[in-house]
């Protein structure tokens, strides 16, 4: 029960999922019902970080997507390959641009995004020999809820659990619900056969009892592990991280006391810390440490994977940073 997931030496980890440009507004407010200055393009996507993360912390990962053939393309697939991503399954679209999203943020801290993804290259890739090789080799696949909104990337998921599965491979799922993505009849169907076969659950939030569909956090780990699910890492913002299974005691880390500049990121660089240290055999408590510490690092710079650190990057930022109070 020490650790859930499969080893590293099994496979890589693999991620399915849209592959982004994020273009951000340098001011504060409400939308973009005006003109604003901004900056980028950073490489962006909620499974393009993840999986940048577990690569840049040591982990074996690969990552599946496509990019249009445009400078934006190029920016994503240059970063992810430079950080060490097996990017041999990512397609370039030359009909579709790259994906975006622009982001600006409130004053309450909330955001308010416009994406281009359905009708961009991020949603336009499928089932290829390219991508059937990686996924029969791989240990381990993470889910990101937001990518089951697209029919292409929930078909290439759903294959790729069933094949990662049948070798011994592990499943984990972020839920990565976004208020302006739509979820219709075949995506909450696809949502919760997904959660069925998961091994690891990353939510934050309200998503712990969006997946179980009960509601009070204990009804929701009672309904998660019976229904297969074996270890649970609820994402708490500034009041840390908790980790969860059945018949033992929690886990809580505290979080790290930084400056924010930007948050976005900060969940998917988490994610990507613990799934990696995981397989690599690192403890629950350490593994909570160094998630809690890439998610803390990344909202310190400026743009959505900039802060996604190394092994090395993590521990000089573990000694020099303070905790929160509890």
Not at 4 to 9: E, M, N
Not at 74 to 100: E, F, K, M, Q
Not at 105 to 125: E, K, L, Q
Request: contains cysteine.
């Amino acid at each position: 029960m020490s650790n859930i997931l499969a080893p590293d030496a099994l496979g890589p980890t693999i991620c399915a999922g849209e592959i982004l440009v994020e273009i951000m507004a340098t001011s504060v407010g409400e939308g973009f019902s005006a003109p604003v200055e901004m900056i980028g393009p950073y490489p962006s996507g909620a499974p393009a970080i993840f999986i940048d993360q577990c690569a840049r912390v040591g982990g074996s990962a690969a990552m599946i997507g496509a990019v249009g053939r445009d400078d934006f393309g190029r920016v994503t697939l240059d970063r992810l390959a430079a950080d060490g991503v097996d990017i041999s399954a990512v397609a370039v679209d030359p009909d579709h641009p790259t994906g975006t999203a622009f982001v600006r943020y409130r004053p309450d801290g909330d955001r308010d995004f416009v994406y281009n993804i359905t009708r961009s290259a991020a949603a336009r890739f499928g089932w290829t020999d390219a991508v059937e090789a990686l996924a029969a080799r791989a240990g381990h696949l993470h889910v990101m809820g937001s990518a089951l909104v697209m029919a292409g990337a929930a078909e290439v998921i759903e294959a790729a659990a069933r094949l990662v599965k049948a070798r011994g491979g592990t499943l984990s799922l972020d839920p990565n619900l976004r208020k302006e993505l739509a979820y219709g009849a075949d995506t909450e169907r696809r949502f919760a056969e997904i959660v069925a076969m998961t091994d690891l659950l990353l939510p934050s939030g309200d998503e712990l009892q969006r997946a179980s569909g009960v509601e009070g956090r204990d009804a929701a780990l009672a309904r998660l592990f019976a229904m297969g699910v074996r270890e649970v890492a609820l994402k708490q913002g500034r009041a840390g991280a908790t980790v969860h299974r059945p018949d033992l005691p929690p886990v809580h880390a505290e979080a790290f006391a930084v400056d924010e500049i930007d948050p976005t990121g900060a969940g998917d660089c988490f994610g990507g810390a613990y799934v990696t240290c995981r397989r690599l055999g690192l403890s629950v408590e350490d593994a909570l440490t160094y998630a809690n510490a890439a998610g803390a690092r990344n909202v310190t710079m400026r743009g959505p994977m900039e802060g996604a650190g190394t092994r090395a990057d993590l521990d000089r930022f573990i000694a020099a940073t303070p905790r929160r109070a509890p």
